[in-house]
Structure formats: structure tokens, C-alpha cells
């Protein structure tokens, strides 16, 4: 194998090293979502863990916990489109490296 096979096999090592690096990176960075009308805020890690929850006194009714669940999966599931959005490696999914 002459030394064009080496030399793109370094730069694949090199471009896998600075994905690692991007992606550890990536998992330190926080991502907030919001519930319609900002009545839950939910912040997420890069790596998908919970990091904060804030919940509104005025959406908190013992006779409507289905409502504040469904705020509060409305704010995870903007966490993390937000954080998709931002995460140039969830754009690079099914490539080579």
C-alpha cells in the first residue's frame, strides 16, 4: 500500500479524534426547553440527563396532574430538539468515521 493509503488514513484518524473531542464538548453544554406559555423549563445536558426542572405555581393543579405531565414532556421535547439543533455530529449520523 503506497503512502496516499496512509496519508487518508491518518487524516480519518485525525478527523476521528476531533469528533471525540467535539463530542465530549458537546456533553457539557446545557439546552433549555419551554412548555407552551413558559410554565415549565426544563434545562438538559448534552448528553441527555436532567439537569433542572422549573415548574410555575399557576400550572400546578391536584386535579389536573395529566396537564402538568403533558408540560412537562412539552418542555423535555424542546430540550432536545434544541439540543439536536445545535449537535453538528447528530448531522453526521451514517458517516464513515
Known amino acids: 500500500m503506497g503512502s496516499g493509503f496512509l496519508k487518508k488514513k491518518k487524516?480519518?484518524?485525525n478527523i476521528s479524534d476531533q469528533l471525540a473531542r467535539l463530542s465530549e464538548?458537546?456533553?457539557?453544554?446545557?439546552?433549555t426547553g419551554h412548555a407552551p406559555n413558559?410554565?415549565?423549563?426544563i434545562t438538559l445536558t448534552g448528553d441527555k440527563s436532567l439537569k433542572k426542572i422549573s415548574i410555575k405555581k399557576e400550572c400546578v393543579n391536584a386535579d389536573d396532574i395529566d396537564g402538568l405531565q403533558d408540560l412537562i414532556c412539552a418542555a423535555f421535547d424542546d430540550a432536545e430538539r434544541r439540543m439536536e439543533a445545535?449537535?453538528?455530529l447528530s448531522q453526521m449520523k451514517g458517516l464513515p468515521f
Request: proline share 6%; no cysteine; aromatic share 6%.
Open 11 to 13: 487524516q480519518q484518524h
Open 38 to 41: 413558559q410554565l415549565v423549563e
Open 86 to 88: 445545535e449537535n453538528p
Open 25 to 31: 464538548e458537546l456533553k457539557l453544554k446545557e439546552y
